[in-house]
């Protein structure tokens, strides 16, 4: 008996964090056997720098849709490790610009080829099944549905009169 599937949707989001904290395990994992020092908390942020390069702990708090706070305790993190600086904006003092140190850069490197890799291993994961091969778009429909309304507006409309 699996109590995630009996239970219908009653626990979406607890099936969604199972399966979540699941496939980051597995990455985790694969960080380790590589020998990489990177930690998967790291990844939103060393992955839009990549992409993007310098960026306002702002711009990362709206690309990524995290809070402000928690991506300035992200950039703190890795600021400690020696991996990211996080400075003044020249034409604007009250921002911070984030960007890679000289081993950030270098870890960057490092874990590049790992995320090919993973890309390639998740997307012949959702070949699998015809089911998956548009999860990331479902999950992007489930995000844009919620952004409209959330849980809580659609509760509190079913309950009043």
């Given at each position: 008996?699996?109590?995630?599937?009996?239970?219908?949707?009653?626990?979406?989001?607890?099936?969604?964090?199972?399966?979540?904290?699941?496939?980051?395990?597995?990455?985790?994992?694969?960080?380790?056997?590589?020998?990489?020092?990177?930690?998967?908390?790291?990844?939103?942020?060393?992955?839009?720098?990549?992409?993007?390069?310098?960026?306002?702990?702002?711009?990362?708090?709206?690309?990524?849709?995290?809070?402000?706070?928690?991506?300035?305790?992200?950039?703190?993190?890795?600021?400690?490790?020696?991996?990211?600086?996080?400075?003044?904006?020249?034409?604007?003092?009250?921002?911070?610009?984030?960007c890679?140190?000289?081993?950030?850069?270098?870890?960057?490197?490092?874990?590049k080829?790992?995320?090919?890799?993973?890309?390639?291993i998740?997307?012949?994961?959702?070949?699998?099944?015809?089911?998956?091969?548009?999860?990331?778009?479902?999950?992007?429909?489930?995000?844009?549905?919620?952004?409209?309304?959330?849980?809580?507006?659609?509760?509190?409309?079913?309950?009043?009169?």
């Open positions: 008996m699996d109590v995630y599937k009996d239970s219908g949707y009653l626990m979406l989001g607890s099936r969604l964090k199972r399966l979540s904290e699941r496939i980051l395990q597995d990455v985790a994992a694969v960080y380790k056997q590589q020998n990489i020092p990177f930690e998967i908390t790291w990844f939103p942020v060393f992955f839009q720098l990549d992409r993007r390069g310098n960026m306002s702990v702002t711009e990362l708090s709206e690309t990524l849709r995290v809070t402000h706070p928690a991506i300035v305790q992200m950039v703190d993190k890795l600021v400690g490790h020696g991996l990211v600086k996080s400075e003044k904006d020249p034409g604007d003092g009250r921002k911070r610009i984030v890679f140190t000289k081993k950030g850069q270098r870890l960057l490197e490092k874990v080829p790992v995320w090919q890799m993973l890309e390639h998740m997307e012949g994961l959702m070949q699998e099944n015809e089911h998956l091969l548009n999860f990331n778009e479902t999950l992007g429909e489930l995000e844009r549905a919620l952004d409209k309304k959330d849980i809580l507006s659609r509760l509190n409309k079913s309950i009043t009169p």
